[in-house]
Antibody
Framework: EVQLVESGGGLVQPGGSLRLSCAAS????????MHWVRQVPGKGLVWVSR????????TYADSVNGRFTISRDNAKNTLYLQMSSLRVEDTAVYYC??????????????????WGQGTMVTVSS | DIQLTQSASSLSAYVGDRVTITCRAS??????LNWYQQKPGEAPKLLIY???NLQSAVPSRFSGSGSGSDFTLTISNLQPEDLATYYC????????FGGGTKVEIK
C-alpha cells in the first residue's frame, strides 16, 4: 500500500526538542521531494520545510529556520524533522507530504499528492 | 512569499447546489495552483492540480479554472460527502496555502 506514516509527536516543554519521523512505503521514496506541513487544530495549513530527493538541498519557513532540521534516510525510506528550541506556537499537527511533478501541456508544476495521517506536537509547560 | 487569499472562510449550501470558491494570489503564478480537500479529522487530499486538472479518482463534479492571479474551484451538484474545508496552494515558488474555505451543508 502506498502510504506515509508519521510518528514521534507528543508533549514537550518550551525550549525542548523532538524528532518526528515519516515512514514511506509502496513507492520509490528516493525519487520524490518531501515536505512538512503543520496545522494548528481548527486553523489552516502552513508549509514548514522541504527536502530534495537526495537530501542535498533543504528550505525552511522563516518561523522555523534555525530551529528545525529536515533530513531523510533513503535506505530506510524515512523522512525526519528535528525540532529544537520549541515554542508554544509550534503546537500543531505535523503532516509529511510527498511531492510529485504534474504536467499539462505546456506547463509542469508540483503538487502534494500523498499525505500522512499527521502527528500532534504539543509544546506546553 | 506569495500570499493566497480565499475571500470566504466559510459558506453554506444545499445538496445539489453549485458552489464556487475563489482564491487570489498576491502576484501572478501562471497556473501553478492546486486545490485540496480536508474532511474533518483527516489529512488533506489533492483535488485539482495546475489550476484545472482533476486528480485521478476525484469526482467530475469538481472543477477548477483560472490563471495568473485569480482562481476558482467549483463543486457542481454539491453532495453531503463534500462537507470539508478546501484550500488552494501555490507551487510557483516556496509553497504557500490559502486560509481555507469551509463548506457546510444546509
Amino acid at each position: 500500500e502506498v502510504q506515509l506514516v508519521e510518528s514521534g509527536g507528543g508533549l514537550v516543554q518550551p525550549g525542548g526538542s523532538l524528532r518526528l519521523s515519516c515512514a514511506a512505503s509502496g513507492f520509490t521514496f528516493s525519487s520524490n521531494w518531501m515536505h512538512w506541513v503543520r496545522q494548528v487544530p481548527g486553523k489552516g495549513l502552513v508549509w514548514v520545510s522541504r527536502i530534495n530527493s537526495d537530501g542535498s538541498s533543504t528550505t525552511y519557513a522563516d518561523s522555523v529556520n534555525g530551529r528545525f532540521t529536515i533530513s531523510r534516510d533513503n535506505a530506510k525510506n524515512t523522512l525526519y524533522l528535528q525540532m529544537s528550541s520549541l515554542r508554544v506556537e509550534d503546537t500543531a499537527v505535523y503532516y509529511c507530504a510527498r511531492v510529485s511533478l504534474y504536467c499539462s501541456t505546456p506547463r509542469c508544476s508540483d503538487a502534494f499528492d500523498l499525505w500522512g495521517q499527521g502527528t500532534m506536537v504539543t509544546v506546553s509547560s | 512569499d506569495i500570499q493566497l487569499t480565499q475571500s470566504a472562510s466559510s459558506l453554506s449550501a444545499y445538496v445539489g447546489d453549485r458552489v464556487t470558491i475563489t482564491c487570489r494570489a498576491s502576484q501572478t503564478i501562471s497556473t501553478s495552483l492546486n486545490w485540496y480537500q480536508q474532511k474533518p479529522g483527516e489529512a488533506p487530499k489533492l483535488l485539482i492540480y495546475l489550476a484545472s486538472n482533476l486528480q485521478s479518482a476525484v469526482p467530475s463534479r469538481f472543477s477548477g479554472s483560472g490563471s495568473g492571479s485569480d482562481f476558482t474551484l467549483t463543486i457542481s451538484n454539491l453532495q453531503p460527502e463534500d462537507l470539508a474545508t478546501y484550500y488552494c496552494q501555490q507551487t510557483y515558488s516556496t509553497p504557500t496555502f490559502g486560509g481555507g474555505t469551509k463548506v457546510e451543508i444546509k
